[in-house]
């Protein structure tokens, strides 16, 4: 598994990113390759931005106990999967809008370093070690980049 914090494994990361056009088909699934970017963007939305409501009471209990460990685990996710509903993008979006937030994202957390995800609420999780940070990160990143090919 690649490290959001390691610079040589986020330009390896980027350089997959980079490989995707507008009209890169996904292997399976029905997200179109600017959505599939966005869907991505979520997960740091959730990290850098007041955007999505965080799960409470029952909620949140149920995804720190059911959900946490197969999201911070090393298995990997499996293809056609139900996604939580913040992560559904309804809407059209820019492929180069998608593309270039997401790059942001992904150098914005590889300047923080692991030491500031060390420890972190998530937003649906509690705390996490940046190992777990990582291992979230990562493995999404590398689910739907496989999905659409690159």
Avoid at 25 to 35: H, L, R, Y
Avoid at 59 to 72: E, G
Wanted: some cysteine.
């Amino acid at each position: 598994m690649k490290n959001v914090f390691n610079q040589e494994d986020v330009t390896s990361i980027i350089q997959r990113i980079e490989q995707l056009t507008p009209n890169t088909q996904p292997a399976w699934g029905k997200m179109s390759v600017e959505k599939m970017l966005a869907h991505c963007n979520v997960t740091y939305e959730m990290v850098y931005e007041d955007k999505h409501p965080k799960p409470k009471g029952i909620t949140k209990f149920i995804l720190k106990l059911f959900v946490k460990k197969y999201v911070v685990g090393e298995k990997p996710f499996r293809r056609n999967e139900q996604t939580a509903p913040q992560f559904i993008i309804a809407d059209e979006r820019k492929f180069e809008v998608e593309k270039k937030r997401l790059i942001d994202y992904i150098n914005k957390t590889l300047a923080l370093g692991a030491s500031a995800f060390e420890g972190k609420e998530s937003h649906s999780f509690g705390a996490l070690s940046s190992a777990e940070w990582n291992v979230m990160f990562s493995k999404h990143l590398d689910h739907h980049l496989t999905q659409f090919g690159v």
